[in-house]
């Protein structure tokens, strides 16, 4: 585990940011002050970890529900990221597959201060920048990207898509998010090729994350849990289709795909409730359709108001790993992801956003890659029903994988 307290701030890089969420007059000067990264292998629970340093460091997050008030003078905020493997330690499941980024940590916090310089804010398109390169690159080297490699081939994959649904069949579970993984070398800086997916069209939480010999892009629309005012937010996304006015006119129209997205629902209905008054959780939207680059995705939003005493760490308990990227029942589903995939989660289908005092603001980590010292990392997926057609499957984990690919090799 690395930590840096305020006595060696100094030593940190002091390089400027600008990080969407944060009150307006902070942009444009902000500077990290301090950071916490942890891996699992490290002993102790991310989440009691993730609250302590953010609290010991004057970010309010010990009673979401209290009204808390940011102070401009003070410290801004920080970025907090936490991988599907901690969250998946979090709630208890089965241990994954290894990492095929072992260089990434399992917990990154990044508190930000404020500095009395200031440059014009250029609006970033997420929730963190970079603090330090994931390696130092030539500056003369140009961007190159090699052949992707594939964790599992389409005949694995539909080969596990058969297996999710044998284990339906048999009433182990009702339905399991299987995520396929491929890498490729590259060379040259790979910050700038990973901050550009921050521009694809829906990408509510666009943005990057950095630091020694690694480094996050994310483009991911999803809502993993937002809080603002003591209200708890969810906008789980379950349900895909080509964005043509065919494609939009069948995602309205499938059972399968809407039965599986109410399922999903359902999940989340109930992990808000254990953090949230009784009684107050409620879907405010059901199966709305909404566009992420080439594609229509149903989305829905459930919200609850925070239990009082809620702090971050029984927030993260509770929502991580987000339920639309297990399945459900979620701990039968963890055991099945942890059977079939060849390879971990790494940096996707984990949390990803701000915190502040009073505010949160996470994304799950889908349609999201990272860089090592030698290779990028995409992953994609997609939620399997007794309903799943094995080749649709791995044709739809294609096509949520390639606007991401491209955007990577346009560097």
Avoid at 14 to 26: N, R, S
Avoid at 72 to 78: I, Q, S, Y
Avoid at 141 to 146: A, D, M, T
Avoid at 185 to 195: I, M, Q, S, V
Wanted: charged share 20%; proline share 7%.
């Amino acid at each position: 585990m690395r930590k840096n307290e305020p006595t060696g701030v100094e030593t940190l890089p002091q390089a400027l940011i600008d990080v969407p969420g944060t009150p307006d007059d902070c942009r444009g000067r902000l500077l990290e002050r301090a950071r916490l990264e942890w891996r699992c292998g490290d002993g102790g629970d991310p989440a009691a970890l993730a609250q302590e340093f953010l609290t010991g460091h004057g970010v309010a997050v010990a009673d979401l529900g209290r009204p808390a008030r940011h102070d401009p003078d003070r410290v801004c905020g920080a970025a907090l990221y936490l991988s599907a493997a901690a969250g998946a330690l979090l709630a208890g499941g089965a241990p994954a597959a290894v990492t095929p980024v072992p260089a990434l940590p399992d917990l990154v916090v990044v508190v930000y201060g404020h500095t009395d310089r200031h440059r014009p804010a250029t609006r970033a398109a997420g929730p963190g920048t970079p603090a330090t390169a994931a390696r130092r690159p030539d500056p003369a080297e140009r961007w190159w990207l090699g052949r992707w490699r594939e964790s599992w081939t389409p005949a694995q994959h539909a080969d596990a898509v058969e297996a999710v649904r044998a284990a339906i069949g048999r009433g182990d579970v009702y339905q399991v998010n299987l995520v396929g993984h491929a890498a490729a070398p590259y060379a040259g800086d790979p910050l700038p090729a990973l901050a550009r997916l921050g521009a694809l069209p829906g990408a509510r939480y666009g943005g990057t994350l950095s630091g020694l010999d690694w480094a996050i892009g994310c483009a991911s629309p999803e809502t993993l849990v937002e809080v603002d005012g003591g209200r708890l937010v969810t906008r789980p996304i379950k349900g895909t289709r080509p964005a043509t006015a065919a494609g939009r006119r069948e995602l309205l129209a499938s059972v399968k795909e809407r039965a599986e997205h109410v399922m999903i629902v359902d999940l989340e209905r109930n992990d808000l409730a254990r953090v949230a008054r009784t009684g107050s959780v409620r879907v405010d939207e059901l199966f709305a359709v909404r566009r992420w680059c080439d594609l229509w995705q149903a989305e829905s939003t459930v919200s609850a108001a925070a239990a009082d005493g809620l702090g971050l760490a029984e927030l993260l308990r509770a929502v991580c790993p987000g339920g639309s990227v297990t399945g459900a029942p979620k701990l039968a589903a963890l055991d099945r992801i942890a059977a079939l995939e060849p390879v971990g989660r790494g940096a996707s289908m984990g949390a990803f956003g701000w915190v502040g005092s009073g505010r949160i603001d996470l994304g799950l980590t889908i349609r999201t890659a990272a860089a090592d010292a030698d290779r990028l990392h995409v992953w994609a997926g997609g939620g399997i029903t007794w309903g799943s057609d094995p080749a649709a499957e791995v044709a739809e984990a294609a096509a949520k994988a390639a606007p991401v690919r491209a955007l990577l090799a346009a560097g």
